[in-house]
């Protein structure tokens, strides 16, 4: 053994290093299990009907689950993926909840989601303990949506 590096001081390094990896495994019930899919597709607002503000619309074939759509205000929309955030699988689509208007319930776990205004895909019930997964959503024409998540 060198004589300028100690069984000590080795160990003092390695300590430091050890409890960092530790902790970086930790399970965190927060962390996202939702895969990342590419999406990058345009949508013609006319294609999928006439969207009220505060309402929504929802389109299969992107993302997960597919795609919902919201009209926050007059030209302001924003898109999240269908799929719950909780079960993160594309056979647990959100549906309207039929009981309460604005909100997206999970049939799989019965997580609930808000669909109005500035708190649209916000948790309103869990199980679920994050967001519904957004996607960029730019007006590039007055009938004509991009939608990406890169």
Do not use: W
């Not at 669909?115 to 916000?122: F, N, P, V």
């Amino acid at each position: 053994m060198n004589k300028f590096i100690s069984k000590s001081k080795i160990r003092f390094f390695y300590l430091p290093f050890l409890l960092v990896v530790l902790f970086a495994q930790c399970d965190d019930d927060s962390a996202s299990n939702f895969p990342h899919i590419y999406v990058n597709t345009t949508i013609y607002i006319d294609q999928i009907g006439f969207i009220a503000e505060g309402e929504h619309a929802f389109v299969d074939g992107y993302g997960l689950g597919g795609l919902i759509i919201v009209r926050i205000f007059e030209n302001n929309y924003v898109t999240f993926d269908r799929a719950c955030t909780h079960e993160a699988k594309s056979s647990c689509i959100l549906e309207d909840d039929p009981d309460f208007y604005g909100i997206l319930v999970c049939p799989c776990c019965g997580s609930k989601f808000l669909m109005t205004g500035e708190q649209a895909g916000s948790i309103f019930n869990g199980p679920a303990k994050r967001n519904l997964v957004e996607y960029k959503t730019v007006m590039t024409g007055p009938n004509t949506l991009v939608i990406q998540n890169y």
